[in-house]
């Protein structure tokens, strides 16, 4: 979801030959599964505790109060031991507030114990390029690829640690699809702020990230706030204040979760708002699975 400087590079795109682009699209592919295939290796397989309805819901109402009610409405029945999550996403996507929005088709498989996350997605340049992008935080390590026809190298990171605690952030806030995992005695600690918000903390393999989570009267999420997510810059990063807001709520089996959303950068010169889309298909489990 950051990757503003992408348009920048769609002039350098060419015609290739069918077979090389074939050939560097399963790459790509094979990429995607090996992290997909290394999910279950870092997954912890001990049971989340707590597991019974009674008690995720006597863990639920210690929570700071609006994080309270919201998982206490926004999660029923035994549903609170959910591991693994395969979500689909369609929507839009621009890399500058003049650029033409690009729709774009996502699918994310998530782990929760510890967060895990691998990011597979398609933005449609035009009815002939694709850009494949490829996000992930695995094992405590974090990858950003970006590349044209699946062959064109546009944008690549690995392994840095602004790219690491970027996409750990990014986790946190879409643990909204996910509320289980933001009940206490999990992963995530949480301080008031007042009735409507709360700051979440995670903390993975020794590096914290901080939201801030804002609920509504009806108490759905309708906002995530960083004041400092890692942007990537000039080669380099800046911490940036990033929202996320939400408009749409509904029930997705046994939890009740955003379903159309937009994220977007608050720059000196002006808010960018660079990602909208929705949930196209979610799933959940309850055991992580190769």
């Known amino acids: 979801m950051r990757y503003q400087r992408l348009l920048g590079w769609i002039t350098v795109a060419g015609a290739a030959g069918a077979t090389a682009i074939g050939i560097a699209q399963q790459r790509s592919r094979t990429r995607i599964d090996a992290f997909n295939a290394d999910l279950p290796a870092h997954a912890d397989d001990?049971?989340?505790?707590?597991?019974?309805?009674?008690?995720?819901?006597t863990a639920a109402a210690t929570a700071p109060p609006p994080v309270a009610r919201f998982l206490l409405k926004s999660i029923r029945g035994e549903a609170a031991d959910i591991r693994e999550v395969h979500l689909d996403t369609r929507g839009e996507f621009r890399g500058s507030i003049d650029a033409p929005w690009l729709p774009f088709a996502a699918s994310q498989r998530f782990t929760t114990s510890p967060p895990a996350f691998v990011w597979d997605a398609r933005v449609h340049m035009s009815r002939l390029v694709d850009v494949y992008v490829r996000d992930a935080y695995v094992g405590g390590r974090a990858e950003m690829v970006a590349k044209i026809g699946g062959a064109w190298t546009v944008a690549s990171d690995v392994d840095t640690a602004p790219l690491a605690d970027g996409q750990l952030m990014r986790y946190l806030g879409e643990t909204m699809w996910f509320p289980t995992a933001l009940i206490p005695g999990r992963s995530v600690i949480w301080t008031p702020i007042d009735d409507r918000s709360a700051t979440a903390t995670l903390t993975d393999r020794g590096r914290t990230v901080r939201l801030?989570?804002?609920?509504?009267?009806?108490?759905?999420?309708v906002e995530v706030f960083a004041a400092d997510r890692m942007r990537a810059v000039d080669g380099g990063y800046a911490a940036t204040p990033w929202t996320v807001r939400c408009s749409e709520h509904d029930w997705r089996g046994q939890v009740r979760i955003p379903i159309r959303c937009e994220a977007e950068w608050q720059l000196p010169g002006g808010p960018l708002a660079y990602w909208r889309g929705g949930v196209a298909g979610i799933r959940f489990g309850s055991a992580v699975r190769d």
């Open 212 to 221: 801030t989570f804002t609920f509504n009267v009806d108490d759905d999420i």
């Open 46 to 57: 001990r049971p989340h505790l707590p597991v019974s309805e009674t008690q995720w819901r």
